[in-house]
């Protein structure tokens, strides 16, 4: 079964300068969210889409943008990068936006790492 | 305040011996609460959920948790560990009092399974 993509897997950056991870939701899923996982942290929620419309928004940074395109896909853009945004970056989707109390299910993608040195 | 809290940071069980993962809740309301694995360098696997219905919950990989509403918690159970069931487990709650229509993640409690 198809799953979620996410490109590129490592990324590794310098000190303010920008950087945008891709998301391919599975086939179907119309709502996608970015997580942030820090080194030995659990993963912090950053920003979800439904239908190409912001549908929830956590601890993303003024820094991060994001957004959900006509096919689906989604792109989290970041800039002027620090360090403390080195970090493994999941995208996940679901079919319809209530999968948390709803008998849907939000499956992960396998994460990009962003180095940022 | 997270939803959910995971007590243990580490557990270490034998291979061939029952396993449990331990999780309680703190949602108001109807809490739907999930567990997720994540092996080392990969994404988070979706295991089980807990929306409504039997408390005892079945999932992949021969898991299975208990919802129980008196002590609020979800334990995550195997009656026999692998090897291969070594790795980093987060119990998550949803729904509208636990998270919104997000995930939100316990700490995460990191299974060593030995022979």
């Known amino acids: 079964a198809a799953g979620v993509i996410q490109s590129p897997r490592h990324l590794i950056k310098e000190k303010r300068e920008t950087a945008t991870l891709k998301c391919y939701p599975i086939p179907r899923h119309d709502t996608v969210y970015w997580y942030q996982q820090g080194p030995g942290q659990d993963p912090q929620f950053l920003i979800s889409?439904?239908?190409?419309?912001?549908?929830d928004k956590g601890s993303i940074p003024d820094r991060f943008s994001a957004q959900q395109f006509s096919d689906y896909h989604s792109e989290l853009n970041m800039s002027s990068l620090e360090l403390g945004d080195s970090a493994l970056y999941f995208c996940a989707s679901s079919l319809n936006w209530d999968a948390t109390f709803s008998g849907n299910t939000i499956y992960f993608g396998e994460g990009s790492w962003l180095t940022v040195v | 305040a997270q939803s959910v809290a995971q007590p243990e940071d580490q557990v270490n069980v034998a291979e061939g011996n029952p396993l449990t993962v331990k999780c309680t809740y703190s949602?108001?309301?109807?809490?739907?609460l999930f567990w997720y694995v994540q092996y080392p360098n990969r994404g988070l696997q979706f295991l089980l959920k807990?929306?409504?219905?039997?408390?005892l919950v079945k999932g992949s990989y021969g898991f299975e948790a208990e919802f129980n509403k008196s002590q609020t918690s979800f334990h995550l159970k195997k009656p026999s560990a692998l090897v291969s069931d070594s790795a980093l487990y987060f119990c998550a709650s949803g729904g509208l009092t636990g998270g919104g229509n997000k995930l939100t993640f316990g700490t995460g409690t990191q299974l060593k399974v030995e022979l």
């Open positions: 889409f439904y239908e190409k419309m912001q549908s």
């Open positions: 949602v108001s309301g109807n809490p739907y």
């Open positions: 807990y929306i409504t219905g039997d408390n």
